[in-house]
Structures are given as structure tokens and as C-alpha cells.
């Protein structure tokens, strides 16, 4: 997890972009060269169909994912999710995957948390899940100290509020406070439990497994009415389902806007073109270097640090994600400036998209 991210405040031209790779160069660092082959990761490729994903067929892709976008929704989720499990169980396989997202609202009042929460049901080939998310205001990570004076106040904080969830989904699972980080445990060994970050002050979930498909249908959707009457935004994902299979899923409710995401390999010179693929609305990523902190700033505390390229109907950014400040927060800024040579904005990601 790097949570930590800063992003160039004015769009730069492509050349603009990989001018910045000469200058870490310039700096030792090992960057990647425009003919090198990199992994670039698109999100929120807005299409008319899914046949429209034939646009990426110059590269290779993988990891591709259909999701239908629901903004200000206002429905039955018990029935939209069971719609989806029904057509899911026609066409379920081993590589197939689908997912349903929706906020829930954490009742009790928090200072440190978001309100507003996050969680997923998921079926995959031979199971269930139901997946938890929470936020918080601001995102401080394992090793940093500021926000230390608040310690107590933000674990206490994530216990009662995964408590509310565990309890509305009527879940075995126990919560403690050890080492300074909320620990999450099931009593039923027998399925697979997950919890993440939990020592991270940003971010957190944990996701329950059951063979049952059905089981979580009717608990997420009494999760589901915590939010209600207001309307919210319904994410689907559907992975490695056939034409056929994804026609169908459209069925469910025809007006749902369709968005791709999914990985392509191809070489960094490529990414103008995969850009005006996905135009206007498709966002790229990629990496042009990773470091540790130590290698430009010895006498900071180290960091892991990667430097990417972000690119959204013809323009492109450079963000910075490490793991941790290595330096005091107003110092963070005019290093990355010096750094990158161009001036940056703390820009953390949404948590729920």
C-alpha cells in the first residue's frame, strides 16, 4: 500500500512527461526508457458496448474487467444483486468473477472515520463473499508518527465500526485491539477470512468467504438500507465472462453506463495511442520508476517511492506515491517539485472506486 500521493498540478504535453525520466536519470535513479515494455493500467473506459473493447486489440491485455455504473441509484439491492447471482450462477467458471458494490453508513459518530463506508458481495466459481471497507479523514501510514496523539481514539474508532457491519451481517467474527491495530478473527475455521491494512490509518477491510452462495444475499442488502432514502452510486464487476454471458448481465438494467478497466503491455511510446483508444474518459497509468527515498534524500528517513505517468483525454500528469513522508509534511511538496520539476498538489485517490 502507498498511500501517500502527490500529482502534478497542470497537464503536461507526452514529451513533457517523459522528459521527466531523463531528469530522474540525471539523479541515478533507474527509470524505465521509452522502448522498454510496461504494464499500463486503464480505468473508467466509458463504451457504448462491450464490443468496443476491440479498440485495445493492437496490445495485449489482461485482467479485463466490464463494470456497469450506476450514479445516484435508487432500487431494491437485495433484487439488484440477486439478479446478477442468477445470471452469474448460468455462466459461472473457474476465471469468472462478479461483484456488486454499495455504500453502507456507520451510525455511531466518528471524529477520525468517514461516515460513509464501502462493501462488495462477490461470487466467484464455488463461493461467496462479502467484503467491508472503511476510510478515514486522513491517511497516515505504518511508520509515520503524526497523528500519534490520536492513536487511541482512531482504533477505538475502527473496532466500533467494523463491530456496527459484523453485527447488521450477523458474521462469527471477533474484535481486538493488539499492538497498536484493530485484529479481526473468525471463529469459523473452516472458510477463508481476510483482513487488510489493518495497521494503516487510511484504508481498511476484511472480506468473509462462505460456500454458500445465497448467504450473504439478504445481509448486504439490511447493510444496503443503512443508506437509505438517499441515492448512491452501484458499481458491478464482471471478469472473464464471454459475450454472451456479458449481453446477458446487461439485461439486468439496460440504462447502467459501461466502463472497462484492465491492464495492456505495451512499450511506454505506445501510451498517446492506448491514451486515444480510451478517449475521452479512460484514465492510463504507468510506472516509470521505483526507488527508495535513501538514493536522493541520504540523510531523510527512506521511503519506497514510485513515480508514474497518468494520462486522460490527450493530456498527461506525474504522480508520486510512497509509502510513507520521508521528510516533514510542508517539506514533502518542494522536494517532489525539485524532484520532478514541475509543481505538485497532495492528490490522495478515492477509497471506493
Known amino acids: 500500500m502507498r498511500e ?46 462491450p464490443d468496443d473493447f476491440d479498440e485495445l486489440d ?27 447471482h442468477t445470471v452469474y450462477q448460468r455462466h459461472q467458471d473457474l476465471g469468472t468473477y462478479c461483484s456488486i458494490s454499495h455504500p453502507w453508513r456507520i451510525r455511531e459518530i466518528l471524529q477520525l472515520h468517514d461516515q460513509r463506508a464501502m462493501f462488495w458481495i462477490g461470487f466467484r466459481h464455488a463461493h461467496s463473499f462479502i467484503r467491508v471497507r472503511l476510510q478515514t479523514q486522513a491517511v497516515i501510514t505504518p511508520g509515520e508518527t503524526r497523528g500519534n496523539a490520536d492513536r487511541t481514539r482512531w482504533l477505538d474508532e475502527r473496532r466500533a465500526a467494523f463491530l456496527e457491519a459484523i453485527t447488521v451481517l450477523d458474521l462469527p467474527i471477533e474484535t481486538h485491539v493488539e499492538k497498536h491495530a484493530v485484529v479481526l478473527r473468525s471463529s469459523n475455521a473452516s472458510v477463508p477470512f481476510f483482513c487488510s491494512w489493518p495497521d494503516a490509518f487510511g484504508p481498511c477491510q476484511f472480506e468473509y468467504n462462505t460456500s454458500d452462495a445465497f448467504e450473504f444475499l439478504v445481509p448486504a442488502s439490511k447493510l444496503a438500507e443503512t443508506f437509505h432514502p438517499e441515492p448512491v452510486g452501484v ?21 447502467a ?16 495511442e492506448v491514451q486515444n483508444a480510451i478517449r475521452p474518459h479512460g484514465l492510463l497509468y504507468a510506472t516509470l520508476c521505483e526507488f527508495q527515498t535513501q538514493a536522493v534524500l541520504p540523510d531523510a528517513e527512506d521511503a519506497s517511492a514510485i513515480i508514474g505517468i497518468v494520462g486522460i483525454n490527450g493530456q498527461f500528469k506525474i504522480e508520486t506515491r510512497l509509502n510513507h513522508a520521508p521528510l516533514h509534511e510542508e517539506a514533502m511538496a518542494p522536494w517532489l517539485e525539485r524532484l520532478i520539476g514541475h509543481p505538485v498538489a497532495y492528490a490522495p485517490l478515492p477509497a471506493f472506486v
Open 235 to 255: 458499481r458491478a464487476y464482471l471478469t472473464g465472462f464471454s459475450e454472451a454471458a456479458l449481453a446477458e448481465f446487461q439485461e439486468v438494467e439496460p440504462e
Open 4 to 49: 501517500r500521493r502527490w500529482e502534478t498540478t497542470a497537464p503536461l504535453s507526452f514529451g513533457q512527461a517523459l522528459a521527466v525520466t531523463d531528469r530522474l536519470a540525471a539523479l541515478g535513479l533507474k527509470p524505465v526508457s521509452p522502448a522498454s515494455d510496461v504494464i499500463c493500467y486503464v480505468e473508467e473506459w466509458t463504451v457504448g458496448s
Open 257 to 272: 453506463r459501461l466502463a472497462y478497466r484492465c491492464s495492456v503491455h505495451c512499450p511506454l511510446d505506445d501510451l498517446p
Open 58 to 84: 493492437p496490445w495485449a491485455t489482461e485482467d479485463v474487467t466490464l463494470v456497469h455504473v450506476r450514479e445516484r441509484w435508487r432500487g431494491d439491492f437485495f433484487l439488484l444483486s440477486g439478479a446478477y
